[in-house]
Nanobody
Framework: QVQLVESGGGLVQPGGSLRLSCAASVTIFRFYAMGWYRQAPGMQRELVALSYIGGSTNYADSVKGRFTISRDNAKNTVSLQMNSLKPEDTAVYYC??????????WGQGTQVTVSS
C-alpha cells in the first residue's frame, strides 16, 4: 500500500517562501517520477514540478525560476521549495508518484494560501 503524506502548507504573504515535503511509505525508487500538482478553486489540477529518477526535472512555466523540486532517496521524500510566492500560487498542492506501469498515487493535499 503506497501512502504519500504532504506537509508544509500554510498562509504566507506575497513574496514569501514555503517548503512542501512529501513522505512516501515505500522506497521512492519504485517511482520513475515524483512531483507536485496543484488545484485552485474552480480550476483543473495542473502540473507544478516533476522529478524523474534519472535526475531530470520538469516545471510549469509559471513557476520556473521560483520553485525548486528535490528528491531525497534515503528518506523517501520529495520536496518543493517555493520562493517569491504570488497570490496566483494559492491552491491545494498534491504530491504525486508515478510507477513504471503509469499508475499514479496521490497524497491528500495541503493548502497553500498566498495573501496579504
Amino acid at each position: 500500500q503506497v501512502q504519500l503524506v504532504e506537509s508544509g502548507g500554510g498562509l504566507v504573504q506575497p513574496g514569501g517562501s514555503l517548503r512542501l515535503s512529501c513522505a512516501a511509505s515505500v522506497t521512492i525508487f519504485r517511482f520513475y517520477a515524483m512531483g507536485w500538482y496543484r488545484q485552485a478553486p474552480g480550476m483543473q489540477r495542473e502540473l507544478v514540478a516533476l522529478s524523474y529518477i534519472g535526475g531530470s526535472t520538469n516545471y510549469a512555466d509559471s513557476v520556473k525560476g521560483r520553485f525548486t523540486i528535490s528528491r531525497d532517496n534515503a528518506k523517501n521524500t520529495v520536496s518543493l521549495q517555493m520562493n517569491s510566492l504570488k497570490p496566483e500560487d494559492t491552491a491545494v498542492y498534491y504530491c504525486n508518484a508515478r510507477s513504471s506501469g503509469n499508475t499514479n498515487f496521490w497524497g491528500q493535499g495541503t493548502q497553500v494560501t498566498v495573501s496579504s
